[in-house]
């Protein structure tokens, strides 16, 4: 090797590595396909009005004032964030406090133009008025830094727009048709404000989630029952208002005594045991062959709604002269109330682990119908 060379370079070999890696950040699916619409049958709820869990129903696709344009809309609480340097006025959080990852597919749209909230609530109603199951949307106020249910009194531009499609309920988990049927429309909905969608995870990935949330809620998804019937004669309607009155409970439409919270949301029920209802008109006339108290595990935050139906339960039947049984008629006594409130705990211990929080607004919406 030359010796100058040597010398010049001072017996030091650089060595210089450069390497240099792209990714996409973003992939837009936009599929075409002709959907076919599924139906389902909604339930009765004996707990809030008249029942929970079984087959169920979602919530229908009536335009209100209070809910968003095709299911519930839970309104979040405001939260200031920093001021985004370019683009939008805010930087918004990436979906409502009521929605949840893993429970619902959530689409948002984007539009640098801005969005007209009548517009945008006309190519929802037309595209998803006979969708099978509800679909939530809401719009992203920049001056509240907050996303906001999309409904009859929405009004004014927006830059971004989400819709969310809950992945099971009481029917079951959602399907195939139900995937594209969502995604589809929602494509249908972006192109006809000339807005972008953000990605769309895959139609597996997706429906997979679902069928594994769909199989935990059906583990954990109980109602306890405590029944009190007479010894002798059947119990008189008006010693039925007169307990349940006094504990606390109020009467529905639908002839059930419930027991609410501070928000309104029922904690259990009182029936007739024969499923008749408790009206008012006649309840001096009303003959009860006994009563039964229940509650939707899933839908109490804590064991001690239970503890409070039971020993409501226990004085109803030394007031009423009756017992405490079971659906097949076997006798509960204190021992049986504190295993039963064993397996509350228990259940309630799954939901927390699997970030569902018993008695929660996302429990609510998935143990509902």
Known sequence: MDTDLLIA??????????????????????????????????????????GERGPGDAPGSDFTEEEGVLGPAHRVSPRREPAAEAGFARTPRHHPDSLKEGVDLMVRLESLGGMDAAALREAVMREFRDSPRPVGWYVFDDASNDWQPLTAKTEGQYHLALASLQLADRTGAIGEKEYLRFTGGVERVADHLGAVPGAIESRVTVLERAAALDRFCAEVDVQIAVNVVPRNAPIPGTKIRAAAEAAGLTLGEDGLYRLL??????????????????????IKLHQANGVTLFLEVTRIPSPVVFDRMFTFAEKLAATLDGQLVDDAGNPLTPEAGRLIRERIAQIHQRMKAQEIPPGSTIARRLFAG
């Open 261 to 282: 919270d501070d928000h309104g949301v029922p904690l259990y029920a009182l029936a007739d045991l024969d499923g008749r209802p408790l009206r008012q008109p006649d």
């Open 9 to 50: 370079l001072g017996g030091v070999v650089v060595i210089v590595t450069a390497g240099f890696f792209g990714y996409g950040k973003w992939q837009e699916t936009r599929s075409r396909r002709t959907l076919e619409r599924t139906l389902h049958t909604p339930s009765h709820d004996p707990l809030l009005d008249a």
